[in-house]
């Protein structure tokens, strides 16, 4: 208890990446990893200082999982963490040899266990090339119970900001960097919210959904008492700039938002695979409520995955169904930090069904710079 700051419960989120990592620790799920090259003369060691200077700052970066004999699993916030840094030099090796080692550190560093009991649950690398137009290869490996992808440009700005400071010969100040919020004022908001208030929302949202809308493109499932097939692929689409130009100006000319032209888009697909004029899909929400101040600039986890229901009507003018689609989404902000298993048991599809099948995100982050 002597290196204890504060404790806190586990928001709902945080919660279910508990489970699932502790479920498959070596799976990599849920461990999130920034990799990026720095220029030649980076002073690691002023580098390094910065980094251990925003662990201070932020008690997220110094929290830890405990669940061992407790009714509930709790975070806490150690007074002062030692962070896992390492140093490499491959400036006498070949190229390609450099590029084999740097593609097994990346993928050593995903899927060597964080210990989630132990702060912080984050490791550093620093990797030496050599040659000055190649730069330092770098490596920052964090388990997702941190932070969100709203936290990441949030960091590298102050950590920019810090390491300038200190090449500088200067002290980071209130000028360099803004107050700082601590996580600990959202699990606050959050236990100060009535679920009583939410309720009748959700469930006027999903009446009469009985059944997740199945794209029937995902295979047969599993026989009973057989286990799912591990592992995960990835296909990506990438739009031209004329498209996703085009789809910015149908949105701004008739006041909507990409995300929601992109997600009237998947409702549609999603339809018409399903076969269903009444879809339901995931969708992740930032989970930053307006309500509390300075949230916007809080580093931590704050998002949620959340049900979008849409009823697609193939004769219905578009931009109209687009605006109510929207509409229901400024109507859900004041509920975004329900958790999905409270709205699952709102809902009329039965125990133990999943509420939908697919999830739709739409990532949208703050300028780094």
């Known amino acids: 208890m002597k290196n204890v700051e504060d404790i ?19 799976s990599g799920v849920y461990v999130n990893q920034v990799t990026g090259t720095l220029p030649a003369d ?13 662990v201070q700052r932020h008690a997220v970066l110094r929290t830890a999982f405990l669940w061992d004999g407790l009714e509930e699993p709790l ?40 210990a989630l009991n132990k702060a912080p649950l984050m490791r550093f690398a620093l990797v030496r090339l050599g040659d000055p137009e190649e730069g330092l290869r770098f490596v920052w490996t964090f388990h997702h119970l941190l932070l969100d992808g709203w936290s990441i440009p949030l960091l590298v700005g102050e950590l920019v900001a810090v390491y300038t400071a200190l090449r500088e010969g200067r002290e980071p100040d209130g000028r360099t960097l803004p107050p700082v919020r ?24 999903l009446a009469g959904l009985t059944a997740a809308a199945s794209p029937g493109i995902l295979g047969p499932a599993p026989a009973a008492g057989s ?20 789809l910015q100006a149908l949105a701004a ?11 009237g888009a998947w409702a549609v697909l999603l339809g018409r695979y399903a076969n269903t004029a009444d879809v339901v899909f995931g969708s992740v929400v930032s989970g930053r409520p307006a309500a509390l101040p300075g949230v916007e600039t809080m580093v931590g986890m704050f998002i949620n995955t959340l ?45 133990g069904s999943p509420l939908f099948e697919t999830l739709y995100v739409f990532e949208n982050y703050p300028d780094a710079g």
């Open 307 to 351: 049900p979008v229901r849409a009823r697609v009507d193939g004769g219905e003018p578009l931009v109209p169904w687009l605006r109510r689609l929207q509409e229901r989404q400024v109507a859900r902000q004041d509920f975004e930090h329900v958790p999905l298993t409270r709205i699952q048991r709102w809902s009329e599809v039965p125990s």
């Open 42 to 54: 980076l002073d690691s060691r002023l580098f390094r200082e910065a980094w251990e200077r925003l």
């Open 182 to 205: 601590p996580f600990g004022e959202y699990i606050v908001w959050l236990q100060q919210q009535d679920p009583a208030q939410a309720e009748p929302f959700w469930r006027r949202e």
């Open 75 to 114: 975070q806490v916030v150690r007074k002062k963490v030692t962070l896992p840094w390492q140093e490499l030099d491959w400036s006498d090796l070949p190229a390609a040899e450099r590029e084999r080692r740097f593609e097994e550190l990346r993928n050593a560093e995903r899927h060597t266990p964080l």
């Open 253 to 263: 000319r008739h006041g909507l938002t990409l995300q929601t032209v992109t997600q």
């Open 227 to 246: 286990a799912a097939p591990a592992g995960s692929g990835e296909h990506r689409l990438q739009l031209s700039r004329e498209v996703t130009a085009a």
């Open 8 to 26: 806190y419960p586990l928001t709902p989120l945080q919660g279910g990446m508990l489970f699932h990592g502790l479920m498959e620790p070596e």
